[in-house]
């Protein structure tokens, strides 16, 4: 009996070296619950092990989820900084997954400016429109086909604001740091994740689709909103 405990200790806590972001941090929970922590980590390694997406790929949406406005997890950022410079990982895409995780902070106003203008509807208040202006950084969100009709509600009551903000997006859409498949997929991870859950966002998969991506790719970039936030839940 005490062999067998022994046995699922050492395979629970040395599978994730072999491919998973899990390190020995796991031995606690291992100790604990050995069976349920040997299963635990054959599902949420997963993603690393079938080789659906590349290891880098893998590790630049850790990065990216856990330094993410809605994470902010400075230690799973830095685990997942240093096994994406293992895989090949240049300090520009690392650079560019930390800019579009804070990015994804847009969508409180996806979410609050509709309930907003509804509210004040009701409540029989007219919003002050703003002076008509040019608004060059939201056209060329319409022209890239990046524009999401989620962003309306808030171009409607501060289209200056709004400018300024995808003004900061445009070199993130633009710069080509990671190839428009990777782009949506990344995406996906981020607005499907445990700790952000933005149903309109997880939309990406429609452009996804379109550029060739698989449903298997998509289902991994899904599954790693929530792998990451669980195994970054066990440290």
């Not at 635990?40 to 997406?53: A, D, F, H, R, Y």
Request: aromatic share 8%; glycine share 6%; net charge negative.
């Amino acid at each position: 009996m005490a062999s067998d405990l022994k046995a699922s200790k050492v395979s629970a806590v040395d599978e994730p070296r072999e491919g998973g972001p899990w390190d020995p941090a796991l031995a606690q929970l291992n100790e604990w619950d050995p069976t349920w922590a040997a299963t635990c980590v054959k599902m949420s390694t997963n993603p690393w092990k079938i080789g659906i997406l590349p290891r880098k790929f893998i590790e630049l949406v850790g990065v990216g989820l856990n330094a993410a406005c809605t994470n902010l997890n400075p230690d799973g950022t830095r685990r997942h900084i240093r096994a994406a410079l293992e895989a090949g990982a240049t300090r520009e895409e690392i650079l560019f997954v930390l800019k579009a995780g804070s990015l994804i902070s847009i969508h409180s106003c996806s979410l609050g400016a509709p309930i907003l203008l509804e509210e004040a509807k009701a409540a029989g208040v007219t919003p002050t429109r703003q002076t008509s202006a040019a608004t060059p950084a939201c056209d060329a969100m319409r022209t890239l086909g990046q524009w999401n009709t989620a962003w309306d509600p808030f171009f409607e009551l501060d289209p200056m604001w709004t400018d300024k903000f995808f003004a900061t997006a445009i070199p993130i859409y633009k710069s080509g740091v990671l190839p428009p498949k990777e782009l949506e997929l990344f995406s996906i991870a981020c607005d499907a994740s445990f700790t952000h859950m933005y149903a309109p966002g997880t939309r990406h998969i429609k452009a996804a689709l379109k550029l060739g991506a698989t449903i298997e790719e998509i289902l991994v970039s899904k599954d790693l909103g929530n792998l990451v936030c669980l195994v970054e839940g066990a440290y």
